[in-house]
C-alpha cells in the first residue's frame, strides 16, 4: 500500500520522473502474490487506478537492492531487522522507518 501511496503523492506534485519508487518483502509468505483484496479496495476508493493495483505481485527483497535504491523505507522495526539481514547491514544509512 505504502508504495502507490507514495507513487500517487510524487505524480500529484508532477514529480514522478524525479522517482523510481518500487516495495518488496522481508519475509518470504507473501512473494508472488497480487495485492490483497482489502488493500485494493482502499486503493481503489483513494483513486489508484485498478490497472496499477493488477500488475504487482510481492517479490522478495534482494542484497541488490541496496545499491539500486537512495532511501530504503521499513514499515516497523521487524522489517529494518530484515532488512539489515539481506542487505548485510547498512553502512550508507539508507534505511529509516516510515
Known amino acids: 500500500m505504502a508504495e ?3 507513487r ?4 500529484a506534485r508532477n514529480l514522478a ?6 516495495s518488496a518483502a ?8 497480487p495485492v490483497h483484496h482489502g488493500t485494493r479496495r482502499k ?5 489508484i ?6 500488475q504487482k505481485h510481492a517479490r522478495q527483497m ?3 537492492d541496496y545499491n539500486k535504491f537512495d532511501y530504503i523505507i521499513g514499515m516497523d522495526s521487524s522489517n529494518l531487522r530484515g532488512m539489515q539481514r539481506i542487505c548485510g547491514g547498512d553502512p550508507e544509512h539508507k ?3 516510515l
Open 49 to 54: 487506478s485498478q490497472e496499477e493495483i493488477s
Open 4 to 6: 502507490f501511496i507514495l
Open 17 to 22: 520522473a524525479e522517482f523510481y519508487i518500487e
Open 43 to 47: 486503493l481503489l476508493e483513494h483513486g
Open 62 to 64: 534482494r542484497k541488490e
Open 8 to 11: 500517487d503523492m510524487v505524480r
Open 26 to 33: 522481508t519475509s518470504t509468505e507473501e512473494i508472488g502474490n
Open 95 to 97: 534505511f529509516s522507518l
